[in-house]
């Protein structure tokens, strides 16, 4: 069975620090695999990481996939409290999106 | 301003009813997709549809239905075969199947 796990669970952190969350996943048909940060409403899009390896970053957020080891990271630096989030790892195997079930980050001040 | 719209924000079952979901995006995307979230759960996927008049179910489609009649809307109805129907529901669209999906704000969905 397809599946997509994330780690850790939950996490707290104070601001400025610097965070990696994971994600693993066995997936027979992978296409992709994406990150969204979901605040109270609606995730939104993050990165979308294909098998060419290329890091993605956006400001203080980076992202690489390790197609060897079936697994992408997602790493946080400088958080902020406004990175207080669950932040959702997904992959596309070609049909839809399979979800892992988060991890929850809080930034405290 | 594009974008996809979900109503009610909230909305309360009773018993042996139906209820529908309304999803309208004016984005232009082909795609659509309902998804379910629990608490403590990833996001799982309800059904989904790649064009119009055309959907197939997702990994928990029992007590559920969809019907894609426009481009813009995807409605999800909750059947009273639901037995368990207390959940954050989302939707998204994507541009086409395989492009990054982006999500309405959900709608709580609770029984009286």
């Known amino acids: 069975e397809d599946k997509v796990v994330q780690s850790p669970l939950s996490l707290v952190v104070h601001e400025g620090d610097t965070v990696t969350l994971n994600c693993s996943y066995e997936?027979?048909?992978?296409?992709?695999l994406l990150w969204y940060k979901q605040e109270k409403k609606a995730p939104t899009f993050l990165f979308m990481l294909?098998?060419?390896?290329i890091e993605k970053k956006s400001g203080r957020l980076s992202s690489i996939l390790d197609k060897k080891e079936l697994s992408s990271i997602l790493n946080i630096t400088a958080t902020q409290t406004g990175d207080s989030a669950i932040y959702l790892c997904?992959?596309?195997?070609?049909?839809?999106?399979?979800f892992g079930t988060g991890t929850r980050l809080q930034v405290f001040p | 301003d594009g974008g996809i719209t979900q109503s009610p924000k909230y909305l309360f079952r009773k018993e042996g009813q139906n209820v529908t979901l309304s999803c309208e995006q004016n984005?232009?995307?082909?795609?659509m997709y309902w998804y379910r979230q629990d608490p403590g759960q990833g996001l799982r996927l309800i059904y989904y549809?790649?064009?119009?008049?055309?959907?197939q179910k997702g990994d928990i489609a029992e007590g559920y239905s969809v019907s894609r009649e426009k481009k813009e809307s995807f409605p999800l109805t909750v059947t009273s075969a639901q037995k368990n129907p207390t959940a954050f529901y989302l939707c998204?669209?994507?541009?086409?199947?395989?492009?990054?999906?982006?999500f309405g704000d959900g709608t709580r969905l609770s029984i009286l």
């Open positions: 998204a669209s994507s541009i086409r199947r395989n492009q990054p999906q982006h």
């Open positions: 997936v027979t048909n992978f296409r992709s």
């Open positions: 294909t098998s060419s390896g």
């Open positions: 997904a992959v596309d195997d070609t049909d839809k999106l399979i």
């Open positions: 984005l232009n995307h082909d795609a």
């Open positions: 549809s790649q064009i119009v008049n055309d959907f």
